[in-house]
T-cell receptor, first 116, second 111 residues
Framework: GAGVSQSPSNKVTEKGKDVELRCDPI?????LYWYRQSLGQGLEFLIY????????KSGLPSDRFSAERTGGSVSTLTIQRTQQEDSAVYLC??????????????FGPGTRLTVL | AQSVSQHNHHVILSEAASLELGCNYS??????LFWYVQYPGQHLQLLLK??????LVKGIKGFEAEFIKSKFSFNLRKPSVQWSDTAEYFC?????????FGGGTRVLVKP
């Protein structure tokens, strides 16, 4: 079946521009996560959506980062006024909604963002 | 705050050699541990997971991991590696549904 998809696969932008990254989770998965993979910081949690609950934004590095999830499915991560340190691979993951055990997260291919 | 540490950044070994990758976690509550693998050019994939029960967990592709609570460790092992095991390996711990990852270990298996 279809896995998690992300678009674009690569994005090059100039410092100061805004970018939007898109994630389509696996159908039927109610939980969606964004992570960032960068050389200096490794894999970091950014934000987590679960159903209709308020998202857990505790991993967002600054107020330039925001994300939304429309209709409980597709999610968009927006980075405003991009900086060079935002260059990274942005990974999306989704999982089923079950309380226990902790669910396996299925990862997408990522969007490689380069800020010049 | 949670942290996960992986002892080796790079490992190089020959086919048929045994592999062991170290992982230590910090969170002392309910333990949910994972090993993920990222093959060159591919997505992160789950190798195995531990939530409770038998501390020796078997995963895909001949991998296993042992949970040792007293050492806060969850080391990954494979008795005999193949060239196709060349990849980056990540240990992770979940608190709620958020994953905290270790820094990763790049494994190169020479044919």
């Amino acid at each position: 079946g279809a896995g998690v998809s992300q678009s674009p696969s690569n994005k090059v932008t100039e410092k100061g521009k805004d970018v939007e990254l898109r994630c389509d989770p696996i159908s039927g998965h109610t939980a969606l996560y964004w992570y960032r993979q960068s050389l200096g910081q490794g894999l970091e949690f950014l934000i987590y959506f679960q159903g209709n609950s308020a998202p857990d934004k505790s991993g967002l590095p600054s107020d330039r980062f925001s994300a939304e999830r429309t209709g409980g499915s597709v999610s968009t991560l927006t980075i405003q006024r991009t900086q060079q340190e935002d260059s990274a691979v942005y990974l999306c993951a989704s999982s089923l909604d079950r309380d226990r055990p902790v669910n396996e997260q299925f990862f997408g291919p990522g969007t490689r963002l380069t800020v010049l | 705050a949670q942290s996960v540490s992986q002892h080796n950044h790079h490992v190089i070994l020959s086919e048929a050699a045994s592999l062991e990758l170290g992982c230590n976690y910090s969170y002392g509550g309910t333990v949910n541990l994972f090993w993920y693998v990222q093959y060159p050019g591919q997505h992160l994939q789950l190798l195995l997971k531990y939530f409770s029960g038998d501390p020796l967990v078997k995963g895909i592709k001949g991998f296993e991991a042992e949970f040792i609570k007293s050492k806060f460790s969850f080391n990954l092992r494979k008795p005999s590696v193949q060239w196709s095991d060349t990849a980056e390996y990540f240990c992770a711990e979940a608190a709620g549904n958020k994953l905290t990852f270790g820094g990763g270990t790049r494994v190169l298996v020479k044919p």
